[in-house]
């Protein structure tokens, strides 16, 4: 039995496979840092689980850190790596968006460090971050896992158990860093675009219209030609339980005029292929009208979900079941019922 197939969704697996090592990455106890541009790094954790990437700017006399990943815990493993690539404080933290595997490990970072966000970021992670439908939804998930694991556990067998043991270990660890998480929102907010000017870097942040979720922002370095995007684009659709369907297809249109050679994402790795955005932007805008006829003929979501087919993508982004995810349907649904 492949006991990690077994217990992690494949999804994140695929997310979360490594870079092809090379000069250009330097392994901590907790982290990979890949040097995506001069003295800029993406940093992903390690350990086999769900994280979220961040991405660590080291300037003349300071360092810039976009996203938190997903604990406290996890933040503090992050400041300990970006130690072994430079000794210049951390002053500035950016959150691409509110998400809590993106914004949970904010807390850690010391009182002097300014936090910027998106005007709607702060709204959300100042208002009950803790009972957004999508950390709910995660924080049971681990529960769920975690009493999977328990099970699989009593009925294993001797050669199995300690693998078996190993995820039991590291769910339960992650439910024990769940514990200490208190979120903070931004300090400082941006509603349309600010540039931070620090020795010879500059780092424009970009608000390019609502995606993934209403306040998505993008990271841009125009002497490194290098984006991170967050989760408003992956190198495939995104989650889409936040986001707003019908104006993603623009906003992507917006993104598209930086002159990025460069995509670093929220997850998974660092891509140049800039035709990947039209084949998500083809993607979306046939999503929203598949789900919006679904709708106008009153189907249930649950239906929607399991009928819907969006395999005429498999050549570009390679969708190859039938079926989408019933939180996206749902959230169309919604904003055809006119949700905001
Ligand atoms: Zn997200």
Same mark, same amino acid.
């Given at each position: *039995?492949?006991?990690q197939?077994?217990?992690i969704? %494949? ?5 979360s496979?490594? %870079?092809?090592a ?6 901590t106890?907790?982290h ?6 001069n003295?800029?790094? %993406? ?6 689980l769900?994280?979220?990437n961040s $991405? &660590?700017i ?5 360092v810039? !850190? ?9 933040a503090? @493993?992050?400041i300990?790596?970006?130690?072994s ?8 933290l ?19 460090v ?5 005007e709607?970021?702060? =709204?959300? $992670?100042?208002g ?6 999508? +950390?709910?939804l ?8 975690l ?5 699989? $556990? ?7 158990r300690?693998e &078996?043991?190993?995820w039991f270990?590291? +769910? ?19 509603n @349309?675009? *600010?540039?931070?000017f ?13 995606a ?8 841009y ?7 991170f995007?967050?989760d408003?684009? $992956? ?10 369907v019908?104006?993603? !297809? ?7 005029g930086?002159?990025?050679?460069? &995509?670093?994402?929220?997850h998974?790795n660092p891509?140049?292929?800039?035709? %990947? &955005?039209?084949?998500?932007q083809? +993607?979306? /805008?046939?999503?929203?009208q598949?789900?919006? /006829?679904?709708?106008e ?6 239906d929607?979900?399991r009928?819907? @087919? =969006? ?7 390679g ?6 995810d ?8 919604a904003?055809l019922?006119?949700?905001?």
């Amino acid at each position: *039995m492949n006991i990690q197939q077994t217990i992690i969704p %494949l999804v994140f697996l695929a997310l979360s496979a490594p %870079l092809v090592a090379d000069e250009h990455v330097i392994t901590t106890s907790s982290h990979r840092l890949t040097e995506v541009a001069n003295g800029v790094y %993406l940093a992903q954790t390690t350990a086999p689980l769900f994280n979220s990437n961040s $991405l &660590i700017i080291v300037n003349e006399e300071d360092v810039v !850190v976009v996203d938190s990943h997903l604990t406290p815990a996890k933040a503090r @493993d992050l400041i300990q790596s970006i130690k072994s690539v430079t000794t210049k404080p951390i002053t500035t933290l950016i959150n691409s968006h509110f998400h809590w595997d993106h914004a949970h490990g904010n807390q850690v970072f010391e009182d002097g460090v300014q936090i910027i966000g998106h005007e709607y970021t702060r =709204m959300k $992670l100042a208002g009950t971050p803790l009972e957004e439908t999508q +950390y709910v939804l995660a924080t049971a998930g681990n529960k769920a896992t975690l009493a999977r694991i328990r099970e699989m $556990l009593t009925n294993a067998s001797e050669e199995d158990r300690p693998e &078996i043991q190993k995820w039991f270990d590291l +769910y339960s660890q992650q439910a024990e860093d769940w514990k200490e998480i208190a979120p903070i929102p931004p300090d400082t907010t941006l509603n @349309d675009r *600010m540039t931070l000017f620090r020795g010879s870097r500059e780092i424009q942040i970009h608000f390019f219209g609502r995606a993934h979720t209403g306040g998505d922002v993008t990271v841009y370095l125009p002497a490194e030609k290098l984006a991170f995007t967050g989760d408003m684009m $992956l190198q495939g659709p995104s989650f889409l339980g936040d986001g707003y369907v019908d104006e993603w !297809v623009q906003t992507l249109e917006n993104l598209k005029g930086l002159a990025f050679e460069t &995509i670093v994402p929220g997850h998974g790795n660092p891509f140049t292929d800039r035709d %990947l &955005i039209s084949h998500v932007q083809a +993607y979306y /805008a046939d999503l929203w009208q598949k789900v919006a /006829a679904m709708h106008e003929q009153g189907i249930p979501i649950a239906d929607a979900a399991r009928d819907i @087919d =969006m395999t005429n993508h498999a050549p570009t982004l390679g969708v190859r079941r039938k079926g989408v995810d019933p939180q996206a349907v749902g959230r169309i649904y919604a904003r055809l019922d006119g949700a905001d």
